[in-house]
C-alpha cells in the first residue's frame, strides 16, 4: 500500500519547451543524467528529480517505495511545475515508474523513453536485486559497490573510467541507503504485461546490447507488443546508457521527441 502524503521531490530544472523529466534508476540520483539534460535543455523544459529516498529527497517513516507512492509523487511534481503534459524517460526502474505513471495518468504524458528497463520486471533482473540487497547486508558498502560497478557498466568502459569507479565508492561510503534497498525489494513485484496494450502513448527504447542488469530481448519484446515502438540498440554498452553513451543518448531522445512533438496532439 502507499504510504502518506507525497513526497516533495528535489529536481534539477533546465531550459524552456516541450518538457521533459529524466527519471533515474536505483542507486542513482538526477546527476547520472547530467549530460543528457544539458543537450535536452536546448529545446525543452528539463526536469530531472531525484526520487523519494534518493539525492536530496526525504524518505518518509514507512515507505514502500512502491509504484504508487512513486507515481503520487511524480504527479505531485507536475502539478507544482505547472506541466500538463511530458516527455516521460526512465532509466532502468526509472522506466517502470513512467510506464506505471502513462498507464495510471495517460493524459499527463506525451510519450515515454525507456533506457535499460522493460514492461516487467523478470526472473533475472529480480535476481540481481536480490543480489544487491544480499551483498550489502552481509559484505557491507565496499562489497556492494564493486558488486554495482560489475553490474552495471560495460568492463571495457569502466577500466577506462575509473574515476567513475571511484566517485561511486565514495558516494556509498556512510550513505543511508534505505530508500535503495526498499526499491530495490519493490521492483520485484512490478508487471505491466497485462495493461501494455492500454498505452495510449508513444514508446521509444533504448537498449544497451551487454546489459547485465536487464536482458535486451526485452527491447525486441516491447516492440512486438506495442505497435509502432521505436528500438535503438547500442552496442558494447551496459545498463548505465545515459553515462556511458551520453551524447548517442541525447542525440536519440532528442531526434524521437522532435518527432513527436510534430505529430498533432490527440
Not at 519547451?17 to 549530460?35: A, E, K, R
Not at 528539463?46 to 514502500?64: E, I, K
Request: hydrophobic letters at 45%.
Amino acid at each position: 500500500m502507499a504510504s502518506g502524503s507525497p513526497v516533495s521531490l528535489h529536481v534539477l530544472r533546465e531550459g524552456a519547451g516541450t518538457p521533459v523529466v529524466l527519471l533515474h534508476g536505483i542507486v542513482g540520483d538526477h546527476t547520472i543524467w547530467n549530460v543528457v539534460a544539458r543537450e535536452l535543455a536546448h529545446e525543452h523544459l528539463v526536469l530531472a528529480p531525484d526520487l523519494r529516498g534518493h539525492g536530496r529527497s526525504p524518505f518518509p517513516d514507512g515507505s514502500t517505495m512502491e509504484f504508487p507512492e512513486l507515481v503520487g509523487d511524480l504527479l505531485a511534481l507536475l502539478d507544482r511545475e505547472g506541466v500538463d503534459r511530458a516527455h516521460l524517460v526512465g532509466l532502468s526502474a526509472g522506466g517502470f515508474l513512467a510506464l506505471a505513471f502513462a498507464l495510471a495518468h495517460p493524459a499527463r504524458v506525451r510519450s515515454v523513453t525507456l533506457v535499460s528497463s522493460a514492461g516487467h520486471c523478470d526472473r533475472h533482473t529480480r535476481s540481481i536485486g536480490d543480489r544487491w540487497i544480499t551483498t550489502y547486508r552481509e559484505e557491507g558498502a565496499e562489497a556492494f559497490a564493486l558488486r554495482l560497478l560489475k553490474d552495471l557498466y560495460y568492463p571495457d568502459w569502466i577500466e577506462n573510467h575509473m574515476d567513475v569507479a571511484d566517485r561511486l565508492r565514495e558516494s556509498l561510503n556512510g550513505l543511508d541507503l534505505a530508500g535503495t534497498l526498499a526499491w530495490a525489494a519493490a521492483i520485484r513485484s512490478f508487471d505491466t504485461r497485462g495493461r501494455l496494450g492500454a498505452l495510449r502513448v508513444p514508446l521509444f527504447v533504448i537498449q544497451g546490447m551487454d546489459d547485465q542488469v536487464v536482458d535486451p530481448s526485452h527491447a525486441r519484446l516491447l516492440r512486438q507488443t506495442i505497435q509502432g515502438t521505436e528500438v535503438r540498440l547500442l552496442a558494447q554498452t551496459g545498463h548505465m546508457v545515459p553515462v556511458e553513451r551520453p551524447a548517442e543518448t541525447a542525440e536519440s531522445i532528442r531526434r524521437w521527441l522532435a518527432r513527436v512533438d510534430a505529430k498533432p496532439s490527440a
